[in-house]
């Protein structure tokens, strides 16, 4: 038996996005919900956000949308790629959703919450060791004091490590799933096979489920997300490379200068020692930035539009179109 991975736009929206039952599990077992009556019990799918047919936008996310019983909202992403343009999609994305229940003519009171999952196959906080991350509108003195209505949630995949949680092992099972399950796997593990849910999710990543036209699109979903990850590391790579080696012939010119203007042996290392870090702040800085416009270029090299390349490199559209 052969498997495919369900993080690729084609099996992700066929397990979640085809099936209420499983997306209803997901939820449950992904959202910080804190008793039993949050809990979902049904939903409704609702239309996916119309964007533009974009490389970009076709290989870096898919989203599922849903709605349950009480009129909450939910909108699930799987993020391939992380950049910083993705956290303020997030949030336009969840503040669209929250704003169009006005629409309808309901009273502000009657507004329903609006939680945005986001599963991550990226790391993008390396200094924080935890892989779930829970957002929400607080009182920065008083955490206890809440606006509710926006929740976020952010899960890196690459950091999760499977333990045992007796509270939390639905989530355990799910996220072990999305990251033990793929083309190579010939046995699925007896526990997550053991929880119907999530082995009727294993049944839909069956490589015999899908025709051949769906597993070349597959296929091709995963070399578009390699080329885009190759871009960005390549870019950022050689520009930070860059910036150092510039930020220190900058440090230590700076350095000597207020060594000398100090006339003091001591003075002249301190000065030394503060200009090189000055200096290589700068040069990190200044790497980041050639980076973010050599990834432009290629970038529109390789046919992607302005609008795309402005949300991935986080550049301003004015600095992108000087470059073509």
């Given at each position: 038996m052969r498997y495919l991975?369900?993080?690729?736009?084609?099996?992700?929206k066929k397990v979640f996005g085809e099936h209420p039952d499983l997306i209803t599990s997901f939820l449950n077992a992904l959202l910080p919900f804190?008793?039993?009556?949050?809990?979902?019990?049904?939903?409704?799918?609702?239309?996916?956000?119309?964007?533009?047919?974009?490389?970009?936008?076709?290989?870096?996310?898919?989203?599922?949308?849903?709605?349950?019983?009480?009129?909450?909202?939910?909108?699930?992403?799987?993020?391939?790629?992380?950049?910083?343009?993705?956290?303020?999609?997030?949030?336009f994305n969840a503040s669209k959703a929250y704003v169009r229940q006005g629409d309808k003519g309901e009273k502000y009171e009657l507004l329903q919450p609006v939680y945005s999952l986001n599963i991550v196959n990226d790391v993008f906080m390396p200094e924080i060791e935890e892989f779930y991350h829970d957002y929400r509108i607080v009182h920065m003195e008083h955490t206890e004091k809440v606006i509710e209505g926006l929740r976020f949630i952010f899960v890196e995949l690459p950091k999760f490590k499977p333990q045992t949680f007796s509270e939390k092992k639905m989530q355990v099972l799910w996220l072990r799933y999305l990251t033990e399950v793929d083309e190579k796997t010939r046995v699925v593990p007896e526990e997550?096979?053991?929880?119907?849910?999530?082995?009727?999710?294993?049944?839909?990543?069956?490589?015999?489920?899908?025709?051949?036209?769906?597993?070349?699109?597959?296929?091709?979903?995963?070399?578009?997300?390699?080329?885009?990850?190759?871009?960005?590391?390549?870019a950022l790579n050689k520009g930070y490379n860059q910036g150092i080696e510039q930020g220190r012939e900058e440090g230590r010119e700076e350095g000597m200068a207020q060594g000398r203007e100090e006339g003091m042996a001591q003075g002249r290392e301190e000065g030394i020692a503060q200009g090189i870090e000055k200096g290589i702040e700068?040069?990190?800085?200044?790497?980041?930035?050639?980076?973010?416009?050599?990834?432009?270029?290629?970038?529109?090299?390789?046919?992607?539009?302005?609008?795309?390349?402005?949300?991935?490199?986080?550049?301003?559209?004015?600095?992108?179109?000087?470059?073509?």
């Amino acid at each position: 038996m052969r498997y495919l991975d369900p993080k690729a736009d084609l099996t992700f929206k066929k397990v979640f996005g085809e099936h209420p039952d499983l997306i209803t599990s997901f939820l449950n077992a992904l959202l910080p919900f804190e008793t039993e009556d949050e809990k979902i019990v049904s939903l409704e799918y609702l239309p996916a956000e119309l964007v533009p047919e974009t490389p970009l936008k076709k290989n870096s996310i898919v989203d599922v949308r849903c709605r349950d019983s009480n009129g909450r909202v939910f909108i699930v992403e799987m993020q391939m790629i992380w950049s910083p343009a993705f956290m303020h999609r997030v949030l336009f994305n969840a503040s669209k959703a929250y704003v169009r229940q006005g629409d309808k003519g309901e009273k502000y009171e009657l507004l329903q919450p609006v939680y945005s999952l986001n599963i991550v196959n990226d790391v993008f906080m390396p200094e924080i060791e935890e892989f779930y991350h829970d957002y929400r509108i607080v009182h920065m003195e008083h955490t206890e004091k809440v606006i509710e209505g926006l929740r976020f949630i952010f899960v890196e995949l690459p950091k999760f490590k499977p333990q045992t949680f007796s509270e939390k092992k639905m989530q355990v099972l799910w996220l072990r799933y999305l990251t033990e399950v793929d083309e190579k796997t010939r046995v699925v593990p007896e526990e997550l096979m053991n929880v119907p849910e999530i082995k009727k999710a294993v049944d839909q990543l069956e490589e015999s489920a899908f025709s051949d036209a769906q597993l070349w699109g597959y296929d091709d979903f995963w070399d578009a997300v390699r080329v885009e990850k190759t871009l960005v590391s390549d870019a950022l790579n050689k520009g930070y490379n860059q910036g150092i080696e510039q930020g220190r012939e900058e440090g230590r010119e700076e350095g000597m200068a207020q060594g000398r203007e100090e006339g003091m042996a001591q003075g002249r290392e301190e000065g030394i020692a503060q200009g090189i870090e000055k200096g290589i702040e700068k040069g990190i800085e200044k790497g980041i930035e050639k980076a973010k416009i050599e990834t432009a270029k290629r970038m529109l090299q390789k046919g992607f539009s302005i609008d795309d390349v402005c949300e991935l490199t986080n550049l301003d559209k004015e600095i992108v179109e000087r470059l073509i």
